[in-house]
């Protein structure tokens, strides 16, 4: 079935570090991609997304680029602020008739100043 | 402002008793998505609407109920059924169901049981 593996955290950055969040996926067909961030205590929020394959989405100084030949989705950002410090979710669109949103375990961005 | 809004923040549940998560929206989406998330872990789809008057199940449907009676409001009980409630629910909508791959959230509601 469908599925998002995304690297465990937490990730410890010092700011103005650049950042990586790597996300893999399993599907069939052709899903769209999507990274969510989460503040502490929130909801998530849309953080970018790509529709079909080479697209790069960005947001905010974050990208991510849809890789099908790798089934990749790797988050980056140049120079990381403290305000940057969440729990960052991969996802894919369900490619079955629940158009349900499949995501990954999330993982969690710590920036330290 | 358009937007999401789930309530209470923090709800405590006592053995045996069911409780009622409210989740509205004021974006005119079609689409509705209830999810539990529990720490360390991704988001799992616990029931979903297309449309008023309709909902399907989710992967964890088991202990828990929803309707859809108005298109801006689809609450979530959680029954006694429900053996481990304890965890941060989550609302979503989108537009409809064919334009559902951008899903909006509320704040989300902590679930503890007593």
């Known amino acids: 079935g469908n599925s998002v593996t995304q690297m465990e955290g937490p990730v410890t950055l010092s700011e103005e570090a650049f950042l990586t969040i790597n996300c893999t996926y399993t599907?069939?067909?052709?899903?769209?991609l999507f990274w969510y961030v989460q503040y502490p205590g929130e909801g998530l929020q849309l953080l970018l997304k790509?529709?079909?394959?080479?697209d790069k989405g960005s947001n905010k100084g974050f990208e991510a680029t849809y890789r099908k030949e790798t089934t990749s989705f790797h988050l980056e950002k140049g120079s990381v602020q403290v305000s940057d410090s969440a729990v960052y979710f991969c996802?894919?669109?369900?490619?079955?008739?629940?158009?349900?949103?499949?995501f990954g375990s999330g993982t969690r961005l710590l920036v330290r100043p | 402002d358009g937007g999401i809004t789930q309530s209470p923040k923090y709800l405590f549940r006592k053995e045996g008793q069911n409780v009622t998560l409210s989740c509205e929206q004021n974006?005119?989406?079609?689409?509705m998505y209830w999810y539990r998330q529990d720490p360390g872990q991704g988001l799992r789809l616990i029931y979903y609407s297309q449309i008023v008057n309709d909902f399907q199940k989710g992967d964890i449907a088991e202990g828990y109920s929803v309707s859809r009676e108005k298109k801006e409001s689809f609450p979530l009980t959680v029954t006694s059924a429900q053996k481990n409630p304890t965890a941060f629910y989550l609302c979503a909508s989108s537009i409809d169901s064919v334009e559902s791959e951008t899903q909006y959230f509320g704040p989300g509601t902590r679930l503890l049981v007593l």
């Open positions: 996802a894919l669109s369900g490619m079955d008739s629940s158009y349900k949103l499949i």
């Open positions: 790509a529709t079909k394959a080479d």
């Open positions: 599907a069939t067909g052709y899903p769209s």
């Open positions: 974006l005119n989406h079609d689409a």
